[in-house]
């Protein structure tokens, strides 16, 4: 069981540089979000989808892009990477009122 | 505003004693879900426990018990008999949605010591 898959574990990038952070899930989930963790601040919700072609915005969406082609695939874009933007990213999935499960997270620092 | 307080950066519990980790939210939406999540030195995010708003008894899972006190707004985790592998960052966090957007606390860092 795969579960949740993010690539790659960890990322250097310079500033201004763009990525994506890749996700995929094989549990057929209708929901799937991306978090960003910083120390001392828990998780914070960056973008979310409830289904393939539907996505929103979170608590913290500035400097990220999404698209939903897929029920599996949910991709994360940084457009200009920033100092502000290092940080470990959590993308999750879920059934309707179940719990989420959690890829192993993406370590990114930006210089 | 919703919001998801742990107030305990870091405890010391020694093995096989019982602990409390503190959780309290605010919400006005009478539907919500509460979840605690465990997090080790490893960095993935580990389920632990479920307990929804309507639910009438505290949920449990093996070690696992959630204390919920509803008119307090309160939703404390209690981790019975500590064991060295309980040592890593426990997060409250709770759905407010019909999906699964969530609302993560600060977290709090537990160590167990032999």
Known sequence: NAGVTQTPKFQVLKTGQSMTLQCAQDMNHEYMSWYRQDPGMGLRLIHYSVGAGITDQGEVPNGYNVSRSTTEDFPLRLLSAAPSQTSVYFCASSYKNTEAFFGQGTRLTVV | ?114
């Open chain 2, 1 to 114: 505003a919703q919001k998801i307080t742990q107030t305990q950066p870091g405890m010391f519990v020694q093995e096989k004693e019982a602990v409390t980790l503190d959780c309290t939210y605010d919400t006005s939406d009478p539907s919500y879900g509460l979840f605690w999540y465990k997090q080790p030195s490893s960095g993935e995010m580990i389920f632990l426990i479920y307990q929804g708003s309507y639910d009438q008894q505290n949920a449990t899972e093996g070690r696992y018990s959630l204390n919920f006190q509803k008119a307090r707004k309160s939703a404390n985790l209690v981790i019975s008999a500590s064991q060295l592998g309980d040592s890593a960052m426990y997060f409250c966090a709770m759905r407010t949605d019909s999906w699964g957007k969530l609302q993560f606390g600060a977290g709090t860092q537990v160590v167990v010591t032999p």
